[in-house]
């Protein structure tokens, strides 16, 4: 049997051993769910909020990126899906952060909080779950005042969607 000569070159030799069972991944691949999770119920979420159609852009794009990018398969029923999506919106703000020469606010942090679990449907148990998902992003407001409604529209359209990748990628890769 040879022998190393140096306590460097045993750390290494034991460092190449265990290597492949560190436990580093590659970011984005893989999955946090159980196997058995093919499929998933989202009934639309709980508004807290005064912001008049938020629950139902967040829960559509939610829907969306569950099935694009987690590759489950959205389930109507409750009791036939595998898991359950619940959330409850409880915090929308939206707050300038950027002024023109005039002084007048041209941008604007968009701050969304939600609580949020997905329940294992066959062991009852919280996959995962929040008491505080906080998602923040920003967009531009136009010079015109006319345009500033459909801006506004276009906005929130973008932050859900954003949202709802943030939230499955926190889901499903733990993120």
Not at 106 to 130: C, F, G, P
Not at 149 to 164: G, K, L
């Amino acid at each position: 049997m040879r022998r190393l000569r140096s306590p460097a070159a045993a750390l290494a030799a034991l460092a190449l051993l265990l290597a492949p069972g560190c436990g580093y991944r590659l970011a984005g691949t893989g999955s946090l769910l159980p196997p058995h999770v093919k499929t998933v119920h989202i009934p639309y979420f709980e508004n807290e909020t005064p912001r008049f159609e938020l629950e139902q852009r967040l829960t559509e794009h939610v829907q969306r990126e569950f099935t694009v990018r987690a590759k489950l398969e959205i389930e109507n029923s409750w009791s036939e899906a595998d898991a359950v999506l619940e959330g409850t919106i409880i915090g929308f703000t939206v707050i300038p952060v950027g002024f023109n020469d005039q002084t007048q606010a041209n941008r604007y942090q968009v701050t969304i909080q939600m609580r949020a679990s997905l329940l294992d449907n066959k062991t009852h148990n919280a996959l995962w779950e929040s008491q505080s998902f906080t998602f923040r992003s920003e967009y531009e407001s136009p010079e015109s005042i006319t345009d500033y409604y459909n801006q506004e529209i276009d906005a929130i359209e973008d932050i859900a969607a954003n949202f709802a990748e943030t939230l499955v990628a926190t889901i499903t890769q733990g993120f």
